[in-house]
């Protein structure tokens, strides 16, 4: 299909948290725009008449969307790509059409490539393999030269070159200077600081949350203050400088409580969480499931409870996978020796989902968490269903059940602690730009043909 | 299943045995010197124990006895289901040139007393070895034979004989189930 | 326990696995598999024909040793792989060893970690039996099942004594099986030791955790001092060996505050003067080298019980 077509998606439910809109109706796409959505029947009198801008008629996509949601695309701040250098895990292209698979329109590609984004070089080089990928692509440079934590990156060549923010993801920055000037300076460009919360000093050389578990399993612990006290740090640092921070995945319920208290303050933060992080508990790690290892890692029920709470009272902006691939090389291991982390673009719409099937959030809330508000934190577009807007749309099937099978993901790599669990929901349509990135083959429902 | 059942021995008949292979392992020994009696789990232990007390009874002599599990010689403890419960080997005194009277219940194909005889060499050098059995009920698959034979009858091979004996069942008998 | 219960575990990964009947089934095999060693032929044709391998990544004599007689006893045969030959050097993985080992096709292995949870990610690429001879922090099953058989023989029974563990409960897997395989069978598990030393949720596993070694050797049955481990680098874990000494070490004065029949014990080597004092490691109460005797035994029965 080309960019040209035209595209009606109609009888959907329409989720626009931007404009509360939340009613049965369409949305036409239109030269990769929205050209209208409005609630209710699609008026085919007015159809012919728009029509007639058009060359071809049998470019029209018409879709029935029955019982379906229709949501604005989802961004999800916060993955790994893994190219340059670790394409045997994942590439743009096969990471993109990973988020497609999700229902992301867009995504945050994280610096800890190899090499490291800390240059306008390497940032380019993902511009480059990102022109004409299944998403957007929005990299993340790196804080410090190298990810060494010692001297800040060139923040502002990097943005020119397309970075759209800056973290030291899978390392904290654990001089405090460093992470104040680095504050100081991201304003000057524009740049959103996010903080991968983590006091080394404490966690060094843990596996898995300090506590029953990693007792019973004899590993080491990384004990909930590791996360805590940077938080606490960061935010304060934040605080100071009066400029904006993002914290990446909070794990913990006295992370929650900082970020909520700073927040009643005035303080310019936001947050995010992973769906492993409102799903699972340490208990995942069973006997040694390397499947169940990340950083932050797994924590307890009590934990569990208090991000369900923040997702829902909006202390936690934003749900993000932390997709992070690995290959069996890294995960088929010892666990002290396995890689931290897991794929989860194709899974993240049905674990949120959950919390709308609990009653915890409405649908709306769900779409301000996995699009509106990533992308006002990114400061990108997208996030909502208006006219003129980048034709970005998530076609949803919240009913839609199946067994989830990492092998038969787009992603290239199949490290998924939910491997053979049964899910509830998933995008079943995704459109980028007015192009359709992913169509679910599984027996979709949805009629789709010419008009 | 279990259908039917016979009685072959009952415990008069057992004691009458026993006493008569004491009495025959004395006559044959040409004394109870260097005797020593030798129980293999679980039925033989406690007929070895009774056939030194009835040795004791009549001649006033305590012959050395003890307890053998075989357990981890058999041939063929590999192939059962689970693995045999190991019983405590229990043989206090050197085996070095004495004459070793192994008893057990029944004596069948063979391989058991096969185990014991492995077992015995490996605690020591005895001078040689005799055999009581209280019931042999034939079907040898070794050139095995014993010295002392309390009942001797020929089983079918889908029969069993159960010797129960008061130290663990209540009460002496030896039955034929088919 | 009925002679009728069937072994059915097909690995021994740790206490954590083992019911009680499997523990009361591996002791009483243990105790009748003693009098073996005792003969002048110490030898039974139980395991001949069958492959054991003892795979040790860690440096280990005793414990290697240990096995290596219990299997040699059991007429095995027996290899011996030490992490200085081993691929483990070559940057081969766990997994690469794991698969070429089990196509050499031994009936059972015998592994020693520093990383804890191996022996399990072992068992799932290899049909053989395989034994956990120590991972790590985590289990050292075979440690404690000759403790608990060196318990019940001096005292008769597991069921409502009184055994303090003093030391480094954090990274002793010998603390852990023991505490795991202590309360289950029926035992009171105190444990004590530096703050430094005592992990989260060791209550949750079955022990009782004591505010002074004081207070967990009073009228203890079985006090067990653990090794202090002297390459703990990572962490500021101990201000020295001498201060271990005065303030945890086990004393004849400590030891005047357990029952007047306690017995003292430890997994070896020991640090004299240390852990506990030479005169205790020792003495008439120090059950150290039976210990050492039974282990043999009861590795001899969990060979016998998995390698069928």
Known sequence: ?451 | MRTTKSILMNGDDIDRSLTRMAMQIVEYNHGVENLVIIGIYTGGVSLARRVQQLIQERLGVSLPSGSLDITLYRDDWSLASQNPVVKKTSIDFPLEDKVVVLVDDVIFTGRTVRSAMDAIMDLGRPRCIQLAALVDRGGRELPIQPDYIGLDVQVGLGEHVHVLLREHDGSDEVVLVQ | MSDAHTFSRRHILGLADLSVDDIELILQTAESFKEISQRSIKKVPTLRGKTVINLFFEPSTRTRLSFEIAAKRLSADTFSISSVDSSAVKGETLVDTARNLAAMNPDCIIIRHSRSGVPGLLARHVKASVINAGDGAHEHPSQALLDLMTVREHKGRIQGLKVAIIGDITHSRVAHSNIIGFSKMGAEVRVAGPATLMPPGVAAMGAMVCSSVRAAVADADVVMALRVQQERQFDPLLPSLREYAIFYGITPELMALARPDAIIMHPGPVNRGVELTPALADGSRSVILDQVTNGVAVRMALLYLVAG
């Open chain 1, 1 to 451: 299909m080309s960019s040209n077509s035209s595209i009606l998606l109609e009888n959907a439910r329409l989720l626009d948290p931007a404009s509360g809109l939340d009613a049965t109706g369409y949305v036409w796409v239109r030269e990769g725009k929205i050209a209208a959505v409005a609630a209710g029947e699609f008026n085919q009198g007015r159809l012919a008449t728009d029509l007639g801008a058009l060359a071809r008629l049998d470019d029209l996509w018409r879709i029935d969307a029955r019982g379906f949601w229709l949501t604005p695309g989802l961004v999800d701040i916060h993955v790994h790509l893994r190219e340059p250098g670790d394409e045997h895990k994942e590439t743009i292209a096969t990471g993109t059409m990973a988020a497609a698979a999700g229902g992301f329109t867009a995504v945050a590609c994280m610096p800890n490539t190899r090499p490291i984004n800390d240059s306008p070089e390497v940032t380019r080089l993902i511009m480059a393999a990102a022109v004409g990928a299944a998403a957007r692509v929005y990299p993340v440079g790196s804080i410090s030269l190298g990810g060494r934590g010692e001297t800040l990156a060139p923040f502002g060549e990097m943005r020119r070159a397309g970075v759209r923010a800056l973290s030291d993801d899978g390392r904290p920055v654990s001089d405090s200077q460093l992470m104040r000037r680095a504050l100081e300076y991201a304003g000057d460009h524009r740049l959103l600081v996010i903080s991968h919360a983590e006091e080394a000093s404490l966690s060094r050389n843990g596996v898995m949350n300090e506590g029953i578990v990693s007792t019973r399993l004899g590993l080491r612990g990384i004990p909930r203050v590791a996360e805590e006290i940077m938080v606490y740090r960061d935010l304060a640092l934040a605080q100071y400088t009066g400029r904006p921070l993002h914290i990446a995945h909070v794990s913990t319920a006295e992370a929650v409580d900082l970020i909520r208290r700073a927040k009643s303050q005035g303080v310019s933060i936001t947050a995010e969480t992973a769906p492993h992080y409102f799903t699972l508990t340490e208990e995942a790690v069973g006997l040694y499931d390397t499947m169940a290892k990340m950083n932050p890692p797994l924590r307890t029920a009590t934990d569990v409870a208090a991000i369900r709470a923040a997702l829902a009272d909006g202390t936690l902006d934003a749900v993000a996978t932390d997709h992070a691939p690995h290959s069996g090389l890294e995960k088929e291991l010892e666990f002290d020796l396995a890689a931290n982390g897991i794929i989860g673009l194709e899974s993240a719409v049905p674990l949120t989902l959950v919390l709308v099937r609990e009653g915890l959030i409405t649908p709306l809330r769900l779409v301000e968490l996995l699009s509106r508000n990533p992308a006002g934190i990114l400061g990108v577009p997208g996030g909502q269903l208006a006219v003129g807007e980048p034709a970005d749309l998530t076609l949803i099937d919240p009913q839609r059940r199946f067994i989830f099978r990492p092998e038969n993901n787009q992603s290239r790599s199949q490290n998924s602690p939910f491997s053979a669990w049964e899910m509830e929901g998933k995008a079943v349509l995704t459109i980028m730009d007015g192009r359709i990135t992913w169509r679910d083959p599984g027996d979709p429902q949805f009629k789709i043909g010419h008009c």
